[in-house]
């Protein structure tokens, strides 16, 4: 698959129209990360999320994505990926977060992390879902066993609906070793999250899956987008 630099035209023009300062350089920090949009649908109170098959994250509840084909925007991956995993037709869509994302093989990423309200109905029943799809009412999302990063990131995908402590501590359950490590990186000078924020966000994975080294930081004030792919 591509990585970060077969892209770096179209990402500079996407960025440009975003007005986020970021360069290449900044994104993609290895050669292995490939570049893939993420999606938290919203309808009705419920979040949509996934129970993964496969690596990354297998076994662990997260939101429906994939990677971007050679000449696709992150927006116009976003559409697709929606369509094909989940049958629903994305038309309004907020960029949240850019991560860049290092580790062993399978969790070296760039991605472009979406919250998307849909009213729409599903667009067709030929989808193929990469797991288990279920609609889980938002203020239960933290209580579900889910990838160590999206734990440290739900506060700023969804702000204002948890504090990170909250999320730490509805993931005790599921792994009570967790908490110790997600609470020490919360501890570090971490921003406040801002609805009125896109972030950049820099992280580092250890080989038991879980994130070891975490930096976010605000880019400018989000936009809510028309799909332009």
Request: proline residues 11%; contains cysteine.
């Given at each position: 698959?591509?990585?970060?630099?077969?892209?770096?035209?179209?990402?500079?023009?996407?960025?440009?129209?975003?007005?986020?300062?970021?360069?290449?350089?900044?994104?993609?920090?290895?050669?292995?990360?490939?570049?893939?949009?993420?999606?938290?649908i919203?309808?009705?109170?419920?979040?949509?999320?996934?129970?993964?098959?496969?690596?990354?994250?297998?076994?662990?509840?997260?939101?429906?994505?994939?990677?971007?084909?050679?000449?696709?925007?992150?927006?116009?991956?976003?559409?697709?990926?929606?369509?094909?995993?989940?049958?629903?037709?994305?038309?309004?869509?907020?960029?949240?977060?850019?991560?860049?994302?290092?580790?062993?093989a399978?969790?070296?990423?760039?991605?472009?992390?979406?919250?998307?309200?849909?009213?729409?109905?599903?667009?067709?029943?030929?989808?193929?879902?990469?797991?288990?799809?279920?609609?889980?009412?938002?203020?239960?999302?933290?209580?579900?066993?889910?990838?160590?990063?999206?734990?440290?990131?739900?506060?700023?995908?969804?702000?204002?609906?948890?504090?990170?402590?909250?999320?730490?501590?509805?993931?005790?359950?599921?792994?009570?070793?967790?908490?110790?490590?997600?609470?020490?990186?919360?501890?570090?000078?971490?921003?406040?999250?801002?609805?009125?924020?896109?972030?950049?966000?820099?992280?580092?994975?250890?080989?038991?899956?879980?994130?070891?080294?975490?930096?976010?930081?605000?880019?400018?004030?989000?936009?809510?987008?028309?799909?332009?792919p």
């Open positions: 698959m591509p990585g970060v630099h077969e892209f770096a035209g179209l990402l500079r023009d996407y960025l440009g129209q975003l007005q986020l300062p970021l360069d290449i350089e900044q994104l993609g920090s290895s050669p292995a990360q490939k570049l893939a949009s993420i999606g938290w919203e309808r009705g109170g419920r979040v949509l999320l996934v129970q993964r098959r496969q690596e990354p994250f297998a076994g662990r509840w997260t939101a429906p994505g994939g990677k971007l084909e050679l000449g696709e925007t992150p927006p116009a991956a976003l559409i697709r990926e929606m369509g094909e995993e989940t049958g629903l037709i994305v038309r309004r869509f907020h960029l949240r977060l850019i991560t860049s994302e290092t580790g062993r399978g969790y070296n990423w760039v991605t472009f992390v979406f919250r998307c309200p849909v009213t729409e109905q599903p667009a067709h029943m030929s989808f193929r879902p990469e797991g288990v799809l279920a609609w889980v009412p938002l203020p239960v999302v933290p209580q579900r066993c889910l990838p160590s990063v999206d734990r440290l990131l739900l506060p700023y995908i969804f702000p204002g609906v948890w504090r990170p402590e909250d999320v730490i501590a509805a993931g005790r359950g599921c792994e009570p070793d967790q908490g110790a490590g997600l609470a020490r990186l919360f501890s570090h000078d971490l921003p406040i999250p801002d609805p009125a924020a896109v972030y950049f966000a820099q992280i580092r994975y250890g080989d038991d899956q879980q994130v070891e080294q975490l930096q976010i930081c605000p880019l400018r004030p989000a936009l809510s987008r028309s799909p332009n």
